[in-house]
Every structure is written in C-alpha cells, then in structure tokens.
C-alpha cells in the first residue's frame, strides 16, 4: 500500500510559476515510476510528465514540454513537478501516480494515485 498527497497548486496568473509536490508513504519502492496527470472540466484526463528513476529518464507531453520539469529529492519519497510559463490551458486539477510499469503509468491506468491538486491560471 502507497499514499500519495499532492500538495502546492493554487491561483497565478497566465506567465508565472508554481511548484506541485507528491509525498509518497506507506510501502514506497525505490523502483517505482512516479508522474502527473491533469484534468480539466469537460476534457479527458491527459498526461503531463513522467520520470522512470531506475534508469533517470523522464517524459513529457508535448503541450508541456520545455515549460515543466519533473524531479525527485534525494531521498526518493517526494516527486515535484517545476511549471513555468504557465497558461490559461493548464489550468486543471493535477494528480500524481506511482507504478512499478511505466508504460502503465504513462497510459493512465498506475497503481496508485493522490487526490489531486488544483491549478488555476488566470489570463
């Protein structure tokens, strides 16, 4: 069993920066996958990045791209994913997962997930 908490979202205005952090607890594996989704009212949950730290690579979607980046601290239980330049497009609640499989991940369907944190940018 793993929990994760989603924590840092708010309101910033169309240009601005917000760090979204996922604590990760209970039965952590230093092998899993770990990255966010996002989902916006009326539109289908879509992929925002992705790292597979087994091997250091991360993922991005494309409408992302150059813009967020996905890290990990050191000590491997806290993901952030670093947004900058945002836009009104990004607005949506964000919600971090974990899996051992990062195809499963990347496709929506990761074992675990956090409750989700929502980001408002204003244009």
């Keep these: 069993q793993v929990q994760l908490v989603e ?17 990760a607890s209970g039965r952590t594996l230093s092998s899993y996958s770990m990255g ?4 916006a ?15 250091g690579s991360t993922y991005y979607a494309d409408s992302v791209k150059g813009r967020f980046t996905i890290s990990r601290d050191n000590a491997g239980n806290t993901v952030y994913l670093q947004m900058n330049s945002l836009k009104a ?4 609640v964000y919600y971090c997962t974990a899996d051992a ?7 929506g369907t990761g074992e675990y ?3 989700g944190t929502q980001v408002t940018v204003s244009s």
Excluded: H, M
Excluded at 7 to 23: E, I, N
Excluded at 41 to 55: C, L, M, Y
Excluded at 89 to 92: F, H, I, L, N, V
């Design 7 to 23: 924590s840092g979202g708010g309101l910033v205005q169309a240009g601005g920066s917000l760090r979204l952090s996922c604590a």
């Design 36 to 39: 966010w989704f996002r989902q």
């Design 41 to 55: 009212p009326g539109k289908e949950r879509e992929f925002v990045a992705a790292g597979k730290w087994s091997t």
């Design 89 to 92: 497009e990004d607005t949506a």
């Design 101 to 107: 499989n990062i195809v499963r991940l990347r496709f």
């Design 113 to 115: 997930w956090g409750q």
